[in-house]
């Protein structure tokens, strides 16, 4: 029963998602956190901005989960209807809360805009619920508690929500675990394999699966563009076993291991980069900059990354990054050899340690019988010369660009290994003379 | 009762999408797709790889839908249960098809992998199915009907789900609605602002927003970062008044309207350069490459989009753009100064007729008191001239940089505009001579 109690179901208000206007990021978010805190996600339900529908729902989980999080609903336009229904479900009625009215007006007066009388009604809350501060924005948080579940309504826009999380809802049910001497009891390891499909991965481990599952540590495959993520959960007593199968499975699969935390391989590349000092630079042909603006994406990334080249048409491959015009009309744009003199370009013009470069073919047009669409080269030119390689991905373009970017990260990971060993043994040699 | 049986519920499965590894962007998809063909998404629900779990969220679906898609647990691993539980929930039984077998061992050798035994397996689907052709993987999709409604399984892999909707369900469907006499009666028209909050529209509004409300139009308010969207949605009779309402409203609120068919800028951009056959390049430092990224994701984007330079640090923008150490030194790297000259900077090196620059402090490192994080500097160089802008985000990293991106777009369709409406004018005038 205890462990039961440790469920949490999601429901997230608006049409905005049923219709895809919307992707559900939120729920996402809630999932890793929540899960990270010990607790299970049991159900995500979305549910139309109609008063009916969010009572339905609203009900349904609270029969089942002990914590129920709700986002959405809660701006100031007459679309937003959820304290109402709050209000309803929980039998209270709305009450002004002048000090969080006063945070509000302070709120448009910081960024000189007019408060308007919608706005301040956002100091208007249920008298059954605690208020949740937001710091970022104009919608407080709301938290309820009966019949020993607690239910919890948040802004639906994504930091304003992962604020309240954070800062309200995770500290309090936190205190309500420790008060009631409940613990986390369920813990994932992960692995990033490139390379090989998930029923390849699963014949290879085959009698080991078998084997975990027997003693509570369940796998599960999990396969995206050009990865398959390996998650190993334990509940309960297995927990102390997760370890060694994490690393059985790990020596029998090492060829396809890109990380084996499970994370990311652009995480893995920064940490490499600046655990070894290094520079990169980008040379981007059919990725448009997506390889740069995802190695940006971390903070910290100004440590190692220098910048690069969006050599989008030909004539920036030329004018910008050096490749000569007759290389281009020899081999085509998309072709090993340019993929080769992008990246030695780059690395020179930026000065970098390594650089990498992709040029492909990501469709829908531009294909022929000999590069089909999805032809995608590319090459990681650094201090002991150039390493290049070659995929053919498919037909959908965003998937292509996706694919190639990861895979060009990897390109780089292998390459900075390599060299990383090699450094490491002749510093090896060194020492024993 | 005919309009009650549109509804089409969502249930995707999957541990994976509960803790968050990954997102849920199928449902929006779908959402997308089932809304342009007049169906009502009613709810979504994510369940775990949980027999009971799938079977009562399966039934509970049919309670209320006409139409319910399932997606996932289809792959070849043994966390893939989904066959089992429909099996069960039809009760019917697995029986093997040959002809899709022979399809899976084709698509193995054809990529020269090896077929296992459950490779094979996957050509076993419940008896009572219709098996739905997948020309993208080895996971066929399964269509059952009972009780006068439709269950639909399909996997979890975004582009196989997509091209099994595209080239099987919906068809069917059609056929269906056409069969039985139904036909769409749910319309959506929107338009996107930037620049003002949702409470200072819908105060703009609010006489227009009463009254076609009474008309049986109702208007939601979609916040994203820098963005507002505003969706009418009527339904019936109402649909005829659609394109009235949608044009008072934008009436009213034409300054802030950057898209009337409530566009992305970025599609508003593309499709801009493309009529005026103008060219673009970029410039990027804090974005590192997104806004490139952004402008290639469409396709076509070659007609228009030269390519650009990721000057992440200072020698970049000095070495790859021309700006002077002495103006960097002087303004600081995030200033008005720096992104004038990188925007001319990189419109002369790539003889591009415009050029966008974009250089900021994404965070969380990185602010000064006179320049906190979230201090975002933008210009657009182009034949007139430079036209330039200063943000004040916020300060999380990658909302600081989505919305740097879509202002620089802002920026750009701006002066874009005006000079085509200079032209045009100018055309006018010489026609009149």
Chains 1, 2 share one sequence.
Request: charged letters at 25%; one cysteine or more; hydrophobic letters at 40%.
């Amino acid at each position: 029963m205890a462990s039961r109690r440790l469920l949490v179901e999601v429901l997230s208000i608006g049409d905005e998602l049923l219709i895809g206007q919307t992707v559900n990021t939120n729920a996402a978010w809630m999932g890793r956190l929540l899960e990270n805190e010990g607790w299970r996600v049991n159900r995500c339900v979305v549910v139309s901005d109609d008063e009916e529908a969010i009572l339905e729902a609203l009900a349904d989980a609270e029969s089942r989960a002990e914590l129920v999080l709700l986002t959405g609903g809660l701006g100031p336009t007459r679309d937003d209807i959820t304290k109402h229904v709050l209000c309803r479900h929980f039998k209270t009625r709305l009450v002004r809360h002048s000090a969080i009215e006063e945070r509000i007006v302070a709120w448009f007066q910081r960024r000189g805009r007019e408060v308007l009388q919608v706005n301040r009604d956002q100091a208007l809350l249920p008298e059954a619920c605690t208020p949740l501060d937001n710091a970022l924005g104009t919608a407080s948080g709301m938290w309820f508690e009966r019949d020993g579940g607690v239910t919890v309504s948040m802004p639906g826009v994504p930091y304003e929500m992962e604020h309240i999380m954070e800062s309200g809802v995770l500290p309090a049910m936190r205190q309500r675990l420790t008060s009631t001497g409940r613990r986390p009891q369920r813990v994932h390891r992960s692995l990033l394999t490139m390379g090989a499909g998930e029923s390849q991965l699963a014949a290879r481990i085959e009698d080991l699966e078998t084997f975990w599952e027997t003693q509570g540590i369940k796998l599960a495959y999990l396969p995206s563009p050009g990865s398959v993520r390996m998650r190993l959960t334990a509940e309960g007593a297995a927990v102390a076993q997760l370890d060694e199968a994490h690393a059985q499975i790990l020596r029998r699969i090492a060829e396809w291991v890109v990380s084996e935390d499970g994370l990311r391989v652009e995480e893995e590349l920064a940490h490499l980069w600046k655990s070894q000092g290094w520079t990169l630079a980008v040379g981007e042909s059919c990725t448009g900059g997506g390889l740069g603006a995802l190695i940006v994406a971390s903070p910290g990334a100004s440590a190692y990354f220098l910048g690069g080249v969006q050599s989008y048409s030909n004539a920036a491959k030329t004018e910008m990054l050096g490749v000569k015009p007759e290389l281009i009309a020899r081999h085509g744009a998309v072709s090993a050899e340019v993929a080769r003199a992008m990246a030695e370009g780059v690395r020179q013009r930026f000065g970098a340690d390594y650089a990498i470069a992709i040029t492909g073919i990501a469709g829908p047009e531009g294909g022929t019988e000999d590069k089909p669409v999805g032809t995608v080269h590319m090459a990681c030119a650094g201090p002991s010369g150039t390493q290049s390689a070659a995929h053919s991905f498919g037909r959908d373009r965003s998937r292509n660009i996706a694919m190639s970017i990861r895979a060009a990260c990897q390109l780089a990971l292998e390459t900075g290994r390599i060299a990383s060993k090699t450094s490491k043994a002749a510093a090896g040699v060194a020492d024993s003379l």
